[in-house]
């Protein structure tokens, strides 16, 4: 499977934990991006990368949220001190950067947090 | 300003009805509008997007309508079929730069067959 792959599926944590997902882009792909998607609703962006570099991070990424990107290939996105807010699915996608960029989703890491 | 907002919440439709959802924007400086699909326990899945110099799009069985005056589009699915059901997904974003999109609320589409 040549698709964005995501790590784990699921996970089930206890408030006050650390959480870390991977990501897996697209191997020729220089862009990856990580969204939070909460039940009925549309994803939301939280930061990306270009290549090793995290270019943006969006105003929802508080301070207990850090992403890395070491040489630009897997990502991993690390969750301190869970609360029971950020029970949610994140997705990675990843893309090539260009005037016809397209974003490829993977399947998502499914948080609960109780 | 960021929002886009999609309705209907939910859609139920005839096996080879016509599908219609829509969506609204405020930022005029949003320059692409792409529509994803998205199964249960999956990623959404780009499925059809368009630029505001052109008002519509059509690949398959699928149409994007596009208003810039209105700021509004919408997804026509023709010939609607059982494996259409699913959650359609509108969003926005600008071209330029990363793909930071904006997403509506999404539509859950039921197909009867």
């Known amino acids: 499977d040549t698709g964005v792959s995501q790590n784990p599926r699921h996970k089930i944590t206890k408030r006050g934990q650390n959480v870390t997902f991977r990501c897996d882009p697209i191997s020729e792909h220089n862009r990856l991006y990580w969204y939070r998607q909460t039940l009925g609703q549309g994803p939301e962006f939280l930061t990306y990368?270009?290549?090793?570099?995290?270019?943006?991070k969006s105003r929802l990424l508080s301070d207990r949220f850090s992403a890395e990107r070491p040489k630009g290939s897997f990502s991993t996105l690390e969750i301190q001190r869970t609360e029971q807010g950020d029970s949610a699915m994140y997705l990675c996608?990843?893309?090539?950067?260009?005037?016809?960029?397209?974003?490829?989703f993977g399947s998502g890491t499914q948080l609960s947090v109780l | 300003q960021q929002q886009v907002k999609q309705s209907p919440q939910s859609l139920i439709v005839q096996k080879g009805g016509i599908s219609i959802i829509n969506c609204a924007y405020e930022?005029?400086?949003?320059?692409?509008f792409p529509w994803y699909q998205q199964f249960p326990g999956k990623g959404p899945a780009l499925l059809i997007a368009i630029r505001p110099d052109v008002s519509e799009k059509k690949e398959g069985r699928f149409t994007i309508s596009f208003n810039k005056s209105a700021k509004q589009f919408s997804l026509h699915i023709m010939d609607s079929q059982p494996g259409d059901s699913a959650t359609y997904f509108c969003a926005a974003s600008i071209i330029q730069g990363a793909q930071k999109l904006v997403f509506g609320q999404g539509t859950r589409l039921t197909i009867n067959p």
């Open positions: 996608a990843s893309s090539l950067s260009g005037a016809r960029e397209k974003l490829f």
């Open positions: 930022n005029t400086a949003f320059d692409y």
């Open positions: 990368f270009q290549n090793e570099a995290q270019l943006e």
